[in-house]
């Protein structure tokens, strides 16, 4: 299996590589292609799939891990550059669900797009809430069962009423690996120790690999500490964290596993 990083908050090494916050990586697993999420940007997308020689019309599926904007704005990009080749998008049913964040002011963290605008560009949505297996050795993680820390965000808008958003929408693709499993996760809004146990759940293999973001930026100590202890007794091999995971759980994550642990960056290649 190969993770290439598409776009990530850092620019990487390799020249002609954008950094934008968001995520975006190609999974390309037993003769697929799959794109999860397409970062905030359109164009910063597309010029880093140029400069990484990744066709956009030879994706044969695209995974949204959840409907922030992050992991979604260059959805329309991206489909406008497949000139209308059918493209299934695979993604939770609550995805276009209407959020906002109220911090530093109101502001819309949603899907910047509507279902139909993306339909008529190719957009072919199949939406599943439970765990399945899309095709042979790659999973959708479905819905994620959240036994401790939580790192659910902002706030949905319904009816002209606020309301605590859980992002029950946020889903993992979980690659079988023969006798181990790796993740792939958009911002872990479930919460990374529940979102590794869940893979394990679905895939009783031990975990080679837990790959995106960690979501622990602004994360208390005391959630840092007890996620890299939890960790430490699950036996994965490696780490490999960006995007939301924070720069005080990256210096603790690096101190911690050492040679285990990576950094994510546009351009970046994980081989597995
Ligand atoms: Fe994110
Ligand atoms: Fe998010």
Same mark, same amino acid.
């Given at each position: 299996?190969?993770?290439?990083?598409?776009?990530?908050?850092?620019?990487g090494f390799k020249k002609g590589l954008?950094?934008?916050?968001?995520?975006?990586?190609?999974?390309?697993?037993?003769?697929?292609?799959?794109?999860?999420?397409?970062?905030?940007?359109?164009?910063?997308?597309?010029?880093?799939?140029?400069?990484?020689?990744?066709?956009?019309?030879?994706?044969?599926?695209?995974?949204?891990?959840?409907?922030?904007?992050?992991?979604?704005?260059?959805?329309?990009?991206?489909?406008?550059?497949?000139?209308?080749?059918?493209?299934?998008?695979?993604?939770?049913?609550?995805?276009?669900?209407?959020?906002?964040?109220?911090?530093?002011?109101?502001?819309?963290?949603?899907?910047?797009?509507?279902?139909?605008? $993306?339909? /008529? @560009?190719?957009?072919? =949505?199949? %939406?599943?809430?439970?765990?399945?297996?899309?095709? *042979?050795?790659?999973?959708?993680?479905?819905?994620?069962?959240?036994?401790?820390?939580?790192?659910?965000?902002?706030?949905?808008?319904?009816?002209?009423?606020?309301?605590?958003?859980?992002?029950?929408?946020?889903?993992?693709?979980?690659?079988?690996?023969?006798?181990?499993?790796?993740?792939?996760?958009?911002?872990?809004?479930?919460?990374?120790?529940?979102?590794?146990?869940?893979?394990?759940?679905?895939?009783?293999?031990? $975990?080679? /690999? @837990?790959?995106?973001? =960690?979501? %622990?930026?602004?994360?208390?100590?005391?959630?840092? *500490?007890?996620?890299?202890?939890?960790?430490?007794?699950?036996?994965?091999?490696?780490?490999?964290?960006?995007?939301?995971?924070?720069?005080?759980?990256?210096?603790?994550?690096?101190?911690?596993?050492?040679?285990?642990?990576?950094?994510?960056?546009?351009g970046?290649?994980?081989?597995?």
């Open positions: 299996m190969k993770v290439t990083i598409v776009m990530e908050n850092h620019s954008l950094g934008a916050h968001g995520f975006s990586a190609l999974v390309e697993h037993k003769n697929m292609r799959v794109l999860v999420d397409t970062g905030v940007d359109g164009e910063v997308l597309l010029r880093n799939m140029n400069a990484l020689e990744i066709n956009p019309k030879k994706i044969d599926y695209l995974f949204l891990t959840h409907g922030h904007y992050d992991h979604t704005g260059g959805l329309k990009a991206l489909l406008e550059a497949r000139k209308g080749r059918k493209l299934p998008v695979i993604a939770h049913p609550e995805i276009f669900t209407k959020r906002v964040a109220l911090k530093p002011h109101l502001r819309d963290i949603s899907i910047p797009f509507k279902r139909e605008e $993306l339909e /008529a @560009l190719g957009a072919d =949505f199949i %939406l599943v809430k439970d765990p399945f297996q899309i095709r *042979e050795g790659i999973w959708s993680s479905g819905e994620i069962e959240r036994k401790v820390w939580d790192r659910a965000v902002g706030y949905k808008l319904e009816g002209g009423a606020l309301s605590k958003d859980p992002v029950k929408d946020d889903i993992s693709l979980i690659l079988d690996l023969g006798k181990e499993v790796a993740v792939v996760t958009g911002c872990s809004h479930s919460g990374i120790l529940n979102i590794a146990m869940h893979a394990q759940k679905i895939i009783e293999k031990p $975990l080679k /690999a @837990l790959i995106g973001g =960690f979501h %622990l930026a602004g994360a208390k100590k005391e959630l840092i *500490e007890d996620t890299i202890e939890t960790f430490k007794g699950m036996d994965i091999r490696k780490f490999y964290a960006g995007h939301c995971t924070g720069f005080d759980a990256t210096a603790r994550f690096k101190t911690a596993f050492g040679e285990r642990f990576e950094p994510l960056y546009s970046k290649v994980i081989e597995l």
